[in-house]
């Protein structure tokens, strides 16, 4: 059995991430995202999909980089 990197649960059917030289063990989906998927630059939710990104910062949607002041970022139509 292996331990989740996040939350320290030991369970036989954990998976491991490679990303970058880096790897981490995780028991969840959740547990992964909450260790390894970016936070929007202005709501703090995690970006678990498509979000936008400018200037090195990543937003969860156009929404929120525009009300952080990137007025000409759009959606994916």
Do not use: Q
């Not at 990197?5 to 981490?24: E, I, K, L, M, P």
Request: glycine share 10%.
């Amino acid at each position: 059995m292996a331990v989740c990197d996040t939350c320290g649960n030991d369970y036989a059917r954990a998976f491991t991430v490679n990303r970058n030289g880096d790897s981490w063990t995780f028991d969840s989906i959740e547990c992964a995202a909450s260790k390894i998927a970016p936070s929007c630059a202005h709501c703090d939710c995690r970006v678990l999909g498509h979000g936008v990104e400018t200037g090195g910062a990543v937003y969860c949607c156009a929404h929120c980089a525009r009300l952080a002041g990137h007025r000409t970022l759009v959606d994916s139509a």
